[in-house]
């Protein structure tokens, strides 16, 4: 009776979402009871989708019976919908399809046997671990023997179409750099939801992790046992590492709130809050360098009583479009647009329709700076497995292109979702997990060199001040387009953190830039310019960097002979070759000629070279201090001259680069070598340290 009770208890503990419960009572109670009540409470838990307290029990059942197929069934299920823990998941349900039954009874304590779902769930191991033949073999095998009776037909049956697309993108692979964003973000709790800015310098996410003072702990989800969200930002540092994150000032250790994007100048975030029906989007905007109290979004029919769990809003401040599972949809959650009014209201929502929505569900919308690139996330049948990261882009007609799968490794066989990127489309971050991470769920940063945006102006820049004065908050830039006949009016405000803005232009136009402030209601424009975008280039940037006196509100000096590559300022002087990323150059032992390893790399300084018209680079070639020193002079010049030559053929105005050999005259290292004291050459380098004198620069010269 005691037991009983006990149990009894603790159901109508879990009923109260909001309840402070306590595992340690709850392992004592599983402790003391007997295996016939851990199977009923199990399967009960599983039935009302408390899965931590079922995988609790379900561990003390395997504990009991280690090799009962029923058992360990059980507890991969709940390993697998928890954690998505595939590794610990596996040798679980190979001893569990030693013994399966189309008639497993769960409620018995007699049933020896694991349900045929068992097959189901192996099948998916293998697909999320992508050996795809495995796992087509165990699905088809579930339809096989179900014969119909399972509510997994139609999953297994949409994993066989994701096999297929997995098989083709894990042969075909595209070159992502994956990264794993480290300890200092990732943590073994989940951390999700990315948004990064613009510029690449604020990381904005989701973690459940404990407070310091612990103040959130007794609020952990009664279903997972995961702790409430909160939202975090963490900066990168001058070493381009991240800084420890920082918990937003508005989150409240007794709610949800998770990140949903912010806007391009930082100054407003969009958060999810599920207080108001079944989840909706709210804002919070930056005030005296914080974020404030959270405010219900307001526009008409966007927050109704069902999920509306993610938002993006355009850079221009324009358009929004949210994710909701309300009726009327094409299936589970839809994607849907509204459009800001003359009158400064919102539009009604409008769904995407079926080019982008599916019968399944697609999430996690973010707009690019074009205003015309969407990457979302949608689980269909044109997946790898779970979701996967989808780009659609909107063509001068207004009709959006057919999504494309971004395709492996930046989708996986698992879960791919919230992913945004830097102004330039080159780096991205999303959440997954993946084998190596640190919890259930971690960040990663995904670089490329081909999402580039395309057909795209930017301007952007800097406000500095005077003995580092705050920027006003009043203080904004116009940018009038003189010749769009749209009439839109964009105003662009610097991030008040780094001063730092960005607006996306047309290409072939010319624009007026006003900057202005406004005190005690009076607007003053304090700076003019007219400029025009080119015609021809693929991407096209506008930089001008304003030193501003906030005494007098007077510019002070208006620069524009710095650009920003990669969202890193560049100056003369500087190596390109480091803000890029660019591999070790190669040549074969005593050759000047380019490998093809090397051209890779040389395309990337080709590729900015074309973007960064202004730039001249002198490409400096060095070599260890092994050999002759005359030998080693002329084998650098030769390289040097050789990959410049590379690059000429490549760029319009190619008197812009030109190669200069250095010989081991200016070495890193200064290691024992020919000429050297004997005491000196008693010294040795390894390998790895004369090749960091074997090098390739690339010095920025000058900049137009």
């Known amino acids: 009776m005691k037991k009983i009770l006990l149990i009894t208890t603790f159901f109508l503990i879990l009923f109260n979402l909001r309840a402070q419960y306590d595992s340690l009572q709850l392992v004592k109670a599983i402790n003391s009871s007997s295996e016939k009540d851990l199977v009923a ?19 003390k059942l395997v504990e009991i019976n280690p090799e009962s197929s029923n058992y360990c069934y059980r507890l991969a299920f709940l390993t ?66 179900t014969k119909g009776k399972s509510p997994m037909i139609a999953q297994a049956n949409l994993r066989l179409l994701q096999c297929d697309v997995a098989e083709k993108l894990l042969a075909t692979p595209k070159k992502y750099r994956v990264k ?14 990315p948004v990064i800015s613009l510029d690449g310098s604020a990381l904005y996410f989701t973690s459940r992790k404990e407070w310091p003072g612990k103040e959130s702990n007794k609020f952990r989800d009664p279903s997972t046992n995961f702790l409430p969200e909160d939202i975090y930002v963490s900066y990168l540092d001058f070493d381009s590492t991240w800084t420890t994150p920082t918990k937003l000032d508005f989150c409240d250790p007794e709610q949800m709130e998770a990140s949903i994007s912010v806007s391009s100048d930082e100054r407003r975030i969009y958060v999810y809050q599920d207080i108001i029906g079944a989840g909706d989007i709210f804002f919070s905007d930056l005030t005296d360098n914080k974020f404030k109290e959270l405010n219900h979004f307001k526009a ?40 800001k009014l003359p009158d400064g209201t919102w539009s009604q929502p409008i769904n995407m329709g079926p080019k982008i929505n599916t ?12 205003n015309k690139s969407l990457y979302f996330s949608s689980n269909g049948p044109k997946s790898m497995g779970g979701f996967d990261v989808f780009l659609t882009i909107l063509d001068n007609e207004g009709v959006w292109s ?86 839109v009016k964009r105003n662009v405000f610097p991030n008040l953190r780094n001063g730092l803005y960005y607006s996306a232009l047309e290409p072939c136009r010319q624009y007026e830039l006003i900057f202005y402030y406004v005190k005690e209601g009076k607007q003053t424009d304090f700076y003019k310019e007219n400029v025009s975008t080119d015609c021809y280039k693929k991407y096209d940037e506008i930089y001008r960097e304003v030193l501003l006196d906030v005494d007098k509100m007077e510019v002070v000096k208006y620069d524009t002979t710095k650009v920003l590559v990669n969202n890193v300022e560049v100056k003369v002087g500087d ?56 030998y080693n002079d002329w084998l650098s010049q030769q390289r040097a001259t050789s ?7 490549r760029i319009k105005n190619p008197q812009r680069i030109y190669g200069k050999g250095y010989g081991e005259r200016n070495l890193k290292v200064d290691c024992p070598c020919e000429g050297k004291s004997e005491k000196k050459q008693a010294q040795k380098c390894a390998e790895e340290v004369h090749q960091l004198n074997r090098r390739t620069e690339f010095l920025v010269i000058k900049l137009k």
């Open 41 to 59: 409470d199990n399967s009960r838990m599983i039935e009302e989708g408390y899965y931590f307290h079922a995988y609790l029990m379900a561990k």
């Open 80 to 145: 697998l919908e928890l954690y998505s823990d595939f590794i610990t998941a596996k040798p679980l349900l190979e001893k569990a399809i030693l013994n399966v039954d189309v008639n497993f009874d769960m409620y018995s304590v007699n049933e020896k046997s694991a349900s045929l779902d068992a097959y189901y769930h192996m099948g998916r191991c293998y697909h999320l671990n992508n050996d795809i033949p495995k796992a087509r073999a165990f699905y088809t095998k579930f339809l096989e023997e």
């Open 180 to 193: 794993n964003l480290g300890k200092v973000v990732n943590t073994n709790e989940p951390e999700y939801s």
């Open 300 to 339: 008409r029919n966007v927050n109704t009583k069902y999920w509306e769990p993610h938002s993006s809003v355009s850079p221009d401040g324009l358009i929004m479009y949210f994710t909701s599972d309300r009726p009327g949809g094409l299936g589970g959650r839809d994607i849907y647009k509204i459009q």
């Open 359 to 370: 019968p399944y569900d697609e999430d996690c919308p973010f707009l690019a700076i074009d």
């Open 402 to 487: 057919d999504p494309i799968n971004l395709g492996y490794p930046l989708n996986s066989t698992n879960d791919d979702v919230f992913y945004t990127t830097t102004v330039n489309g080159l780096k991205g971050y999303l959440s997954s997990f993946r084998e190596g991470g640190y919890g259930e769920k971690d960040i990663y940063e995904i670089q490329n060199d081909f999402l580039g945006l395309n057909q795209l102006a930017v301007f952007k820049g800097r406000i500095k001040t005077l003995n580092d004065k705050a920027i006003p908050e009043s203080m904004g830039i116009f940018v009038n387009c003189l010749d769009c006949g749209d009439g």
């Open 575 to 630: 190596d390109i070759g480091k803000v890029i990323n660019i591999n070790p150059i190669y040549f074969d032992f005593d050759k000047f000629n380019i490998r093809p390893d090397a051209a890779i790399e040389l395309d990337k300084i080709v590729k900015i070279m074309n973007e960064y018209p202004g730039i001249e680079i002198e490409l400096g070639s060095h070599t260890d201090c092994r050999g002759k020193m005359v």
């Open 643 to 649: 990959s410049a030559n590379y690059i000429k053929e």
